[in-house]
């Protein structure tokens, strides 16, 4: 990341329109970062009146009432002394975004920590967030048009299924590959659509619904020295949904067995004691919210319902997985989900009764 002085950031217009909305003193420094959703691009600004993150999102993936909604949510989350960066008015309106240049822009505090240790203990303090933000959020009411895409009976799953193959056969240039992608996809959006009636079946929509995070995982939580969360990032995909979508996709992110940076060498089963202690976390926050016998039962169907209804918009927008081959993430996935459907139950089943 390299850092931009003053006379750069008057160099870029629309980066330097949106920082002077904000009444931070002269800035110092300014640093493009790569955290959080990379759909979204962020700066660090080191100011006179303190560090801040600039975060800017396209009005093609983001509506205003998206964002705003977004915002009443953390700044709920702030009044109840969640550990979520505070957000800065601009100077006029005090409003808690700014829009110009078809871009939606926020600015927060920057909150300093280190990522997940993959430990038990951070594990357990990920889980008791989530239900202590799920608490927070309690019976607070949500305008229409304002939430984001669930990963459960995704409406428009199907249709982006249907431009994977031509998306990798772009990138590859091979024939052979947009067959081989065509027939991974059918058997996962199959696999998808047996997971979905399954968890249906289970009563997933007459259980009550939470205003969720949506998007639970390691890289939007830092943590202190002392093991707490020190901050909840990226608000951007909030919406109302039974709990168990948030716990199901935030089990799965932490306890995913990682060995490396390469996510064609993980193994493919879950961390147990990790898995263990961010259920046991979640809790453990209010004995009046546990997860209830059947909630825990459908964590193993809508962990592969995320991993496929996560996975399809990526590939079929890029031909790829981030840096890594569309085709081969493909194959990942299709064998985490075959996973998820058996040995997973079992594990989970097993915590049921323990």
Known sequence: MAESTAQDIRNDAAL???????????????????IGSRRSRKW???ARRGDFVLKERSEALATVEQVAFAHEVQLRLEEAQFPVAPLLGTREGNRSLYQGNERIYELTRLIRGSSFDRSSEQAREAGRTLAWLHAALSGMEVPALST?????RRPDL??????????I?????RDEDRKAASEIVKRLFHAYDQLVQRTDLMGYAQWPRFVVH???HPGNLLFSEHGHVAGVFDFDTVRLEPRIADVANGALQFAMKVTSDDPFSHPDGLNESILLAFLSGYDAHDPSLMLS???VQALAPLMAEALIAEAFPVIAQTGRFGRWSGLEFLDVVDR????????????LARLNHE
């Not at 330097?16 to 790569?34: K, L, M, N, R």
């Not at 199907?158 to 998306?167: L, V």
């Open 148 to 152: 984001s895409t669930p990963f459960h």
């Open 336 to 347: 985490k989900v075959k996973w998820l459907t058996t040995a997973a139950e079992e594990l």
């Open 169 to 173: 056969r772009i990138v590859t240039g």
């Open 214 to 216: 949506g998007d639970w």
């Open 293 to 295: 016998v059947t909630e």
């Open 44 to 46: 660090v600004i080191r």
């Open 158 to 167: 199907a249709g982006i299924a249907d431009h994977i193959p031509r998306a």
């Open 16 to 34: 330097a329109i949106a920082c002077s909305q904000y009444d931070v003193g002269p800035i110092q420094t300014i640093v493009e970062a790569v």
